[in-house]
Structure formats: structure tokens, C-alpha cells
């Protein structure tokens, strides 16, 4: 198929997802399990990408940074920055793409070869509005809380990675941290997440509603997914710095 | 009743279903019959709309074609439909009791009580009992057809489909299965549609038989006549097996002994 025809499908997708729910409760209460298996879901892999972020952009901010002439605590305002605009909102979220988009689009591509998805329709179920549309919403609220979380950590581990590698202190990594600080770059970073978390979750519902087959084109659905999320993301991120920066 | 006018399906250059007309009356178990491959599924999944066909009338009830009434109404025919697929197709992550309540969940205003009274009425009328916190992933084949059987008549449908209710199954099992799909059949006067290449199963409930071939109907009747059928797709298809050949051979036998008395 051309990119149009994916591209045709994928609106006709989100189209049909506007429709009104059999049930408001039901659909509220699969909202909070995706919340809960999005977002909880994810922190443990959050956590551990971003200490590890945190320490090395401090690291190799530190170890570029070599004239006396520039006060150490412009290694804070590098890092701070950096981990705002793009290593928390881009970079975990690539991560983030990986983990929730092949699980999207496996679920969807087992239930549709399965025909859990026939089996839905037959009821009387809108089965996409059903199974997408708590996925994108879920998804579109918690990537940003989980990039904020990430954010933190990030900052936090530099912190301390600067602190114990003595390049340089707390204080001053602090300090270079709130210097620069530009409120807008809190807002920019969480419309990022917040674009990110659409297209992950919609793009793999996409590729996983859709499957068609058996076992293996599961599996190549949820590659696919994962494929394309992550270069929309990358192909966006150059969109909003270009169009907000 | 169900009647299904001249219908067509292609799939590409590929045409599946090749004009196929028939009815299926209420209370009776119709039967649609065929080597694999030969369209039953493609034609029991565009009876009920999943599968989009290209030209045709499928008329429900005598008045409703359901081609041409459009989504709402589609969605409302369809909560008179149960359906019971090849692979069961119950939902992975829900319980037996979970995937059984679902569309009361869905679709009534029921309490609590209500619906689990009706989960286990239904769920003994299939004999299952003390699997209701059980995962599909826990169940054998025949209780997975079995739980997909009470999902599917847990609304009271007037109108079932089985996708090949046998498949996978124990010949025993089969007709434990074959049984429960014929007694619901009976009781609840539902018009049932059930795809099967089981001559066992022909045999045993097969109130009309349709048969198909390479997507064509090239028979059809009550199951008592088709032994005497002269159609030789069919009788290629039905005496495949030895043992329903010699049946036929000693019942040509018998009536050839008859006449020359
Ligand atoms: N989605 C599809 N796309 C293309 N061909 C299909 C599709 N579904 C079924 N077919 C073809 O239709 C024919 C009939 O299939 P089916 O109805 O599943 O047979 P069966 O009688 O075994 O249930 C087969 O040749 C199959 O390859
Ligand atoms: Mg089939």
C-alpha cells in the first residue's frame, strides 16, 4: 500500500472513533485501566532511562568544558537545557515508542486475527472506539506526566553525577540550572509529549487494528508500529522546534 | 428467517461467493456445508455484515435488508445476533464470567445481581459450572466453544451463527457441542446458522443442508435426503470417508433389492 492509502485509513480510523459510546462508564473505566497500564506501566523503564540521561549529558557537558574562564555552573544550564527540551520530551518517548507502541499494536493485531475484534462488532460494539479510543486518550494524558517525571530524574541525576565526579558541585549545577530558565521551555517540552503520546498510540492502533493474517504479520505489525512512531517523532520534533522555537 | 438473494463477494479478481441464494427458517438448524475453502466462512461473515459483499439482498425477518439499512440500525440488528466463531474468539484478558457479561455490561441497565444470575443461567445451560474465574488460556477447546456459545445467547439473539462449532474438537465432544447448539435451536425457536464439514454433524442436525462449491451452491434439502442425492460434488464430498461410503453402497443395495422384488 502507498503512504496514501495508509494515510486515508489512518484518518477514516480516527474518524470512526467519533461516535457516541454504547456506554459512558464503560468507557470511562477502560480509560483508567489504560492510564494505569500506560502510565504505571512505564515508569520503572522511565526511571532507569532517565538517571542515565541525567549523568551523561553532565558527564560530557563536563568533560567539553575544559577553560577555567566559563563558570562551572554553566555545566547545569547546558544539561538542565538539554534534558527539558529534548532528551526528556524526545528521547524517552523514543523509548516510551518502543514499549507502548508494540504493545498497542500487538493487542489490537492478536484480537483482530483472533476475531476478539469480529466477535465485538457482532454484539452491536463500535469495536474501534472502543479498544482505540481509550488508548489514545490514556496515552495522550500520561506521556506527558511520565516525560515531567522523567524531566525530574534527569535533572536530579545529573545533579548528583556532577556532585560525585566532583565537576561540579550541587550548588552551582543548580544554580546554572534555574539561570537560563525559560518558563516557555516547561510548555514547549509538554506539547511535545503531548503530540508524541497522539501519534504513538494512535499510529500503532492503527497498525494493529488493521492487521491482517496470522501469528507473524502480529509481529510485523507491532515492528511496524514501533518503526513508524519513531520517525514521526523525530520528523515532528523538527516541526515544533522549527515552528515554536 | 434469514434470506439471503444473489449474492456475490470477490476478493480482488477472486470471486468468492457466486450468487448464492437460500433461506433459513426460524427454529430449524440450517447447515451450510463444503470443503475448506469453499466460501463458508466468507458467506456466514457476510450474512451477519463483517465482510462487505459486492452485490446482493440479505433480508432479515421478511423485512430488513440488512445491505441497505445503514450503521445505527445495523448495530441494533446486531444485538439480535449471537455468534460463535471458529477460534471461539473470546477476549484474552477477561475472565469466563467477564467475557460472558460483557454485552450486558454493554448494552442493559441490569444490577449486579441480574446479570450474574443470567451469566449463570447461561453458563450451566452450556454445562459449564465452577469455571466462572477461569482465563481462556485455562480452558480446553471444547469449554472455550462452550463459553463462546453462552457469550453468544446470554442476550437472548433471535438469530445464531457458528463458524465451524466442531473444529478442533473430540468426535464426542462434537457432538456434546452439535447437541447444545440443536436444543438452544429448539427452546429459544432462534434461526441458527452453523458452517461445518463434519458429516457427523450433518447428519445429526442438519434441518437444511445447503451445500457449497468453489463458492457455489450446488445443493441443498433436509439431511434425510441427502444420502439419495445424485449431486456428484456432494457425494464426492459427503462419502469421501469409507465408512459413509459403505453406508451408501449398502442403502443402493437395499433399494435396487427392493424394486427387483
Ligand atoms: N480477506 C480475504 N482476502 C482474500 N481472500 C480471502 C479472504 N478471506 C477468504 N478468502 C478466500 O476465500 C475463500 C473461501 O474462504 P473461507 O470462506 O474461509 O473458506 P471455508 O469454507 O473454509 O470457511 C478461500 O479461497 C480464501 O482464500
Ligand atoms: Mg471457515
Redesign the interface.
Known sequence: MTFFNHFGRYVLLLKSLLVRP??TS?YWKEIARQMVEIGVGSVGIVVIVSCFLGAVVTVQTAYQLTTPLISKSIIGSIAANSIILELAPTVTVLILAGKIGSKIASELG??RI???I??L??????SSAYLVLPKILASTLMIPLLVIISAFLSIYSGMWVGEFTGAVSKEDFMTGAIQYWIPFMANFALIKATTFGFIISSVSSYYGYYTEGGALEVGRSATRAVVVCCVLILLFDYILAQLLL | MIEVQDLNKSFGAKQILKGISATFEAGKCNLIIGASGSGKTVLM?SI?G?IPVNSGHIIYNNDTDFLEIEDSGR??L??Q???L???S????SLSVEKNVV??L???TNMTYKEKMNRVNECLERVNLKDANKLYPNELSGGMKKRVGIA?AIV?NPKYL?CDEPNSGLDPQTSIVIDKLIKDITDEYKITTIVNTHDMNSVMEIGDYVLFLYKGEKYWEGHRDEIMNATNQQLNDFIFAGKFFREIKEQNTKRLSDEKNK
Not at chain 2, 89 to 92: C, G, I, P, R, V
Open positions: 454504547e456506554k464503560i492478536t484480537m483472533s476475531e476478539q469480529d466477535a462488532e457482532i454484539m452491536g460494539v463500535h | 461473515k451477519v463483517l448495530k441494533e446486531r444485538k445476533i449471537g455468534m466463531f471458529q477460534g474468539a473470546l477476549f484474552d460483557f454485552p455490561n454493554m448494552f457469550r442476550m451463527f
